[in-house]
């Protein structure tokens, strides 16, 4: 299943990377991009755990950065 996002509060294209590689290790993730030129986001994951990787995928997020929001599209 694949789920696109966009993206807001990025400061920088190397932001964008290093949230990318983190978002990348969730288990159940099979890829993730993520656009800062477009604030926009894919991920791609199994749909059995969509709820678990979600909740997952929001903690990185906040850790990673804090001011970030995502909204799904």
């Known amino acids: 299943m694949i789920i696109k996002f966009k993206i807001k ?3 920088c294209a190397n932001c964008a ?3 990318e590689r983190s978002i990348q290790k ?3 993730i099979s890829n993730a ?3 800062f ?3 926009r986001m894919e991920i791609e994951f199994e ?3 969509k709820e678990e ?5 929001k903690k990185v997020i906040k850790k990673e950065e804090p001011d ?6």
């Open 37 to 39: 030129m477009t604030e």
């Open 47 to 49: 749909e059995a755990k």
């Open 33 to 35: 991009s993520i656009s």
């Open 9 to 11: 509060g990025l400061d």
């Open 53 to 57: 990787i979600m909740k997952k995928m």
């Open 26 to 28: 969730i288990e159940g």
């Open 68 to 73: 970030v929001e995502i909204e799904e599209i």
């Open 17 to 19: 990377a290093e949230l």
